[in-house]
């Protein structure tokens, strides 16, 4: 019992409610609310390394951005593109130039103009190589953005001359035309993305690298508005009253990070969380406790994670290697006893019946395999290997568990000694940023889909110039030959035979050996009402679609 109620404790530490004037308000962001406000609980695990749009790629670094920001497209429930800021866009006939049309009297959320200029900003502030984000070869579709990046800001005429060569402009306050390498049909909803969310130029200037520290500064145009940031703690927004789409039933959102499973799914017995994320050590409790299990939430995500290797350094540059420990995973071990069932194995990289999967049997489970692999690499066996390293993130004590279980599977099956790093999780994303940090093993890695293309899951993560591909160092130009003509086509009978020779291209190569597609488990509180899960939804369900829709009734 000392447990649970020292979870209790800290929660409620966490969340920082106190009582004034009487008992009638409690504090909430930078502001007073009524106590009966419908304030939404979530749970969050790893607290991010950067809420910066234009640096961010990880999903809990997302998961602020989205209800702080909006861009000039959004997806629905169905992931269907569909307006945003921008009312409507055209492309011209051969799908190079594509112009959105912002809705009439858009604002931030303090009622200022919001102009197609911001969004201009917004693209230029990506590809710009001073800004050092995460996500810049997703716009690498757009004229000049990937000179623009590759250039040495000390060169300053090259590059001022990149940057003034950009092919983007906003001609008037309600229109933005993108100018396209080549065709693009995808495009409209790569501008439903965080590198186009505007956030304002002198606002970043004011507050210096940690800007996105201070809700002051990160003044947006979501359906709601960053108030609080209390780091490792918590981050609160309020209801967006100018937000074009009409107010959220919410009257806000406040995350709060825990790294423990078990003491965030106390902290939602005793009423202090709405939502919580369900490890897979947790899920038998939750299942088993008929308190718990009527609030279960599970659906599947677009994810694929992977045992994720640097390929840059020894003896994962050895695709033998690599064959070697994808045959020693026993992934349905791991996802049906090890993982409790939230996870469905797979040797491919698209997850199935998504567009452009295929589907295999290569470097599946097999220990007399793995063994002979290793012997074929230029190690000849395990006692040549180098020492090897396994990171996963320290912030949940299940995770330790399963890395003693991988490691146990290379030590009985391969004879190879792991050596385990337990990494505090936001410390192990900083990691995992940087080629020259990236762990040389990773339980795990991976890709969480932004839209449902495969260009998405193939040219924006594996090309060579891709931000991603780069960090772990994979790198094959027939892929990026394929993946490149097969951006350029609209038909999708043309485009999808491509990307299918592209995967198996990559099934080959064992960039990291592909283990499983991902699913959420959450506990929502009775009186959550909706939201609709959706595959993008990797931290909570409803997070992108159904922020105007969600509300809570408490009892």
Known sequence: MGKPAKGRALLLAIMSIVMVAGGAFMTFGQGAVAQDAKILRVHQVTF????????????????????????????????????????????????????????????????????????????????????????????FDIVGCAEFNGTDPADTAAYDAAKAALGVSAPDDQTLVVNLVAPAPYFPTVASLWVFYPAQQELIEQGGEDWWKDPALQLGNGPFQMTSFDDTLQVGFTANEYYWGGRALLDGIEYVYQGE????????????????????????????????????????????????????????????????????????????????????????????????????????????????????????????????????????????????????????????????????????????????????LLLVGGWIQDYPDPQNWLSVYFTCDATFAQRFGYCNEAFDELVNQADQLADPAERMPLYQQASEILVNDIPGPFLYNGSQVSLVADGVTGFTATPLDVEWPGQFTSLLTIDIERS
């Open 48 to 139: 991010p390394d950067i809420a910066d749009p234009h640096r961010a790629s990880f999903s809990n670094e997302i998961a602020i951005l989205a209800l702080n920001y909006e861009g000039l497209t959004r997806q629905d429930s169905e992931l269907n593109t569909v307006p945003a800021a921008a009312e409507s866009w055209d492309f011209n006939e051969d799908l190079t130039e594509l112009t959105f049309h912002l809705r009439a009297g858009l604002t931030y959320s303090d009622g200022s103009p919001l102009t197609a200029e911001r969004f201009r900003f917004a693209v230029e502030r990506t590809c710009d190589p001073n800004t050092a984000g995460q996500y810049p070869s997703i716009l």
């Open 261 to 440: 499973s078990s003491i965030a799914i106390e902290a939602w017995r005793a009423g202090d969380l709405d939502i919580v994320d369900v490890d897979a050590a947790q899920i038998p409790v939750v299942t088993s406790d008929p308190a718990l299990s009527a609030n279960v939430v599970q659906y599947a995500v677009a994810s694929t994670y992977t045992l994720s290797m640097n390929l840059t350094q020894a003896p994962f540059d050895d695709i033998k290697v690599r064959e070697a420990f994808s045959k020693a995973f026993d992934r349905e071990t791991y996802c049906g006893i090890i993982r409790n069932g939230d996870c469905t194995p797979t040797l491919s990289w698209i997850p199935v019946g998504l567009p452009g999967s295929i589907e295999t049997d290569l470097f599946g489970f097999d220990p007399e395999g793995a063994v002979a692999a290793l012997a074929e690499s230029s190690y000849g066996g395990a006692e040549n290997l180098p020492p090897i390293t396994l990171y996963f993130s320290s912030n949940d004590t299940a995770n330790t568990a399963r890395a003693e279980w991988v490691a146990g599977q290379f030590r009985d099956i391969l004879g190879v000694e792991i050596t385990l790093a337990p990494t505090e999780g936001t410390a192990l994303v900083e990691l995992r940023k940087e080629p020259s940090t990236f762990p040389q």
